[in-house]
Structure formats: C-alpha cells, structure tokens
C-alpha cells in the first residue's frame, strides 16, 4: 500500500479495502503532492494500521458467528 510508512500489516485484501475507504475519504487537495488529510494522516502510523486490522477481524468474527446461527 502506497504512503504507508513501514510494512502494512494486512492481507492484500485488507490493503485494498483500506485504500478504498481512503479513496471515499480522501479530503485532500486536488492538486496536493503530499497527501495531508485526515484520511491519508492514518496511513502515516503502523500501530494505528495494526490496530484497524485487528478490530476489522475482531469485528468479522463476530459477524460470522453472529450469522451462523450459533449462538454461545
Ligand atoms: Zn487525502
């Protein structure tokens, strides 16, 4: 993933994912070079990045169990 600095710690699928929610976010200006908006500004911390993939796959298990209909 592009302006991440330092390894994304996610799939290749939670990569595009992630730059999809970045791309409907995106607030910078049309003709920024450097991207400085908000969206763009979390790509700048890998904690924040591990820590969103930790919650996203937090957040499919339970809608996994939650439509399996196994209920604990
Ligand atoms: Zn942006």
């Known amino acids: 993933m592009s302006n ?3 390894v994304f710690p ?3 699928r ?3 994912r992630l730059q999809e929610a970045i791309r409907r976010n995106c607030m910078c200006p049309p003709e920024s070079i450097d991207p400085v908006c908000s969206a763009h500004d979390l790509l700048r911390d890998v904690n924040v990045m ?3 993939i930790f ?3 937090r957040r499919q298990n339970y809608v996994r169990v939650e439509h399996s209909g196994k209920v604990r």
């Open 10 to 12: 996610g799939s290749q």
């Open 50 to 52: 591990a820590h969103l």
């Open 55 to 57: 919650v996203y796959r």
């Open 4 to 6: 991440v600095i330092g």
């Open 14 to 16: 939670e990569s595009m």
